[in-house]
C-alpha cells in the first residue's frame, strides 16, 4: 500500500473533486488515504498535510466520493483530559469523560451543527445521581424543543448524541434511559375543594367548609382572595388526586374536622385546600379552626377561624340560650345571613356551568325559623321541629350542628359533604389518562374538564 504526502489536491476542472469509483471505500484515517483510484488533476497534489491534519482541496472546492464509493472518517476522537470543572463546551466529533464527584456539570453545545455531528458523553466516576449534567442547547433544538435544557442524573450514563438536522436537533443515539429529556409543559387550570366539617352536638355550631382554591378564568379563591395562578403540568408526569372526606357529626361534642383535598406530583408546588372545622358542641366552647372556622357553641362560644385564601370564620354564639353559630363558608361567615345561619360559598364556572361550593353548616337554633346552612351545600342546623342534614357531597359543604331536644338521634351533628378536585386543561392537550374514574367533559370551551369526587391521578 502506497503512502501519499502532499500540500493540497485540487480538482481538474471545477470545483468538485471525485475521490474513488463506485464500489471502491476511501480511507481518510490520520495521514493515510486508501483508495483503488484517485480521480483529480494531479496526483502529486493530493493531499495537504501537516501533522495530523488533512486538507482536501481549496477553499471554495467541493470534495465528493464517486457513486457506490464510501469514505472513512477517522472516527471519535476522545478527550484524554477528565472534566471536572462545573462548565464545558463540547465540540462535534469528541468524547468526554465527565466527573462530577464535587460539583454538577453544565455541557455547553455548539451554537450551529451539521447533521451527523455527534458528542458523547459519559460518566467518569458514576456520579451523576449526585451531581447531575446538564446540556445548555445553545439555541438549538434537543429531541424537537428548545426547552427546557436536558438535564442526566442517572450514576454510569454514557450519552451518545447525534446532530439529526435543524427540525429534532440533538437526538440521544443511546443514552441508557428513554425518558425525553426536553419535556414540555401545558398549562392547567383547578378548583380544589376540601371536605368540609361535621356539625357539633347538642345544639353545637355549624361545621365549617372545605377550603376553597380556584385558578379559573380569574374567578375569587376563597376568602375573597384573587384567583390563583393555573398549574403549568409537564408532559408525561403523573398528578395525584386527593380528594377529603368530609368530618364525621359530633356524638359527644365537637364535630370532626374535614379532610384536606390536594394535586401534588412533578414541576409543581402542591395545592392543597384544609378541611372544613368541626362545630363545637360544649357549652361555650369555640369551634375548629379550619379552611373555613366551625361555629361556636351556645351562649357565647367563638366561631373557629378560616384560613387565608381559603375561608372564612365560623360564628360565634349569638348569646341567646339554646342557639350556636353556624359554621363559615368559602365567601361569608358564619352568621352572617341571620343568627345560626352557615355563611355561603363560592361559585366557579370551571365545568361549565356554574356551581357553588363550600358553604358553611348551620348551628343549632331552638327555637324560631329553621337555620339555613350557606349556599354551596352547607347542611341545615337542628332546631324545635327540624333536623339537622349533612353537607352536601363533593361540595365541601359543613354539616348541621344538633338540636337540644329531640333525643339521641338529632342532637347528634351531622357529617360534612366530602370535596372535589377539577382541572380544566386545552382539549388539544389532554392525554386520555387518568386513574380514579372522574368524569371527563370535553369540549368546554375547547378544554376537556376532569372532575374527581375521589381519589386518582392524571398523567399529563
Known amino acids: 500500500m502506497s503512502k501519499i504526502e502532499v500540500d493540497k489536491v485540487d480538482p481538474q476542472s471545477g470545483t468538485t473533486l471525485t475521490l474513488g469509483t463506485s464500489g471502491d471505500t476511501v480511507v481518510v484515517a490520520g495521514n493515510v488515504v486508501k483508495t483503488n ?71 455547553t453545545f455548539p451554537g450551529s451543527a451539521s447533521v451527523g455531528d455527534q458528542i458523547i458523553l459519559t460518566d467518569y466516576a458514576r456520579k451523576w445521581g449526585t451531581n ?58 383547578f378548583l380544589v375543594v376540601a371536605g368540609g366539617g361535621g356539625g357539633g352536638r347538642d345544639r353545637g355550631g355549624g361545621g365549617g367548609a372545605g377550603g376553597y382554591k380556584n385558578s379559573f378564568a380569574s374567578e375569587s379563591s376563597g376568602a375573597n382572595s384573587s384567583s390563583l395562578t393555573a398549574l403549568s403540568l409537564i408532559d408525561g408526569s403523573t398528578y395525584t388526586i386527593t380528594v377529603g372526606g368530609g368530618g364525621a357529626g359530633g356524638t359527644s361534642n365537637l364535630g370532626g374536622d374535614g379532610n384536606d383535598s390536594s394535586i401534588s406530583g412533578s414541576g409543581i408546588t402542591t395545592v392543597t385546600s384544609a378541611g372544613g372545622g368541626g362545630g363545637s ?74 356551581v357553588t361550593r363550600a358553604g358553611g353548616g348551620g348551628g343549632n337554633l331552638e327555637f324560631g325559623s329553621k337555620p339555613n346552612g350557606g349556599a354551596g351545600g352547607g347542611g341545615d342546623g337542628g332546631g324545635e321541629g327540624f333536623v339537622a342534614t349533612v353537607g352536601t357531597t ?11 331536644g329531640g333525643g339521641a338521634a338529632t342532637n347528634d351533628g351531622f357529617a360534612g359533604g366530602s370535596g372535589v378536585v377539577i382541572l380544566s386543561v386545552l382539549d388539544a392537550d389532554y392525554s386520555g389518562t387518568t386513574t380514579g374514574s372522574p368524569t371527563v367533559a370535553t369540549g368546554v370551551s375547547g378544554k376537556t374538564v376532569l372532575t374527581f369526587n375521589g381519589d386518582g391521578s392524571y398523567t399529563a
Request: contains cysteine.
Open 132 to 189: 447531575a449534567v446538564t446540556i445548555n442547547q445553545n439555541s438549538l433544538n434537543f429531541q424537537g424543543q428548545t426547552s427546557p435544557n436536558p438535564i442526566y442524573n442517572t450514576n454510569g450514563q454514557s450519552v451518545d448524541l447525534v446532530y439529526s438536522g435543524a427540525t429534532q436537533g440533538w437526538i440521544p443515539n443511546s443514552d441508557d434511559d428513554v425518558t425525553n429529556k426536553a419535556p414540555q409543559t401545558y398549562s392547567a387550570d
Open 37 to 107: 483510484a484517485v480521480q483529480a488533476a494531479d496526483a502529486g497534489n493530493l493531499i495537504s498535510q501537516s501533522g495530523t491534519t488533512i486538507t482536501l482541496g481549496a477553499s471554495g472546492d467541493t470534495v465528493s466520493v464517486a457513486s457506490g464509493a464510501t469514505l472513512e472518517g477517522a472516527g471519535l476522537a476522545w478527550q484524554s483530559s477528565i472534566v471536572t470543572a462545573a462548565t464545558l463546551t463540547a465540540e462535534a466529533g469528541k468524547g468526554y469523560w465527565i466527573d462530577t464527584t464535587s460539583n454538577a456539570c453544565t455541557v
Open 394 to 404: 363533593n361540595t365541601g359543604g359543613g354539616g348541621g350542628g344538633g338540636s337540644g
Open 281 to 354: 358542641g360544649s357549652s361555650s366552647s369555640p369551634g375548629n379552626s379550619g379552611g373555613s372556622g366551625g361555629g361556636g357553641s351556645y351562649p357565647s362560644g367563638a366561631g373557629g377561624s378560616g384560613t387565608a385564601l381559603q375561608g372564612l370564620d365560623g360564628g360565634a354564639g349569638p348569646g341567646a340560650a339554646n342557639q350556636a353559630g353556624g359554621g363559615g363558608g368559602a365567601t361569608e361567615a358564619g352568621n352572617s345571613d341571620g343568627n345560626s345561619y352557615g355563611g355561603d360559598g363560592l361559585s366557579s364556572s370551571i365545568t361549565g356551568s356554574a
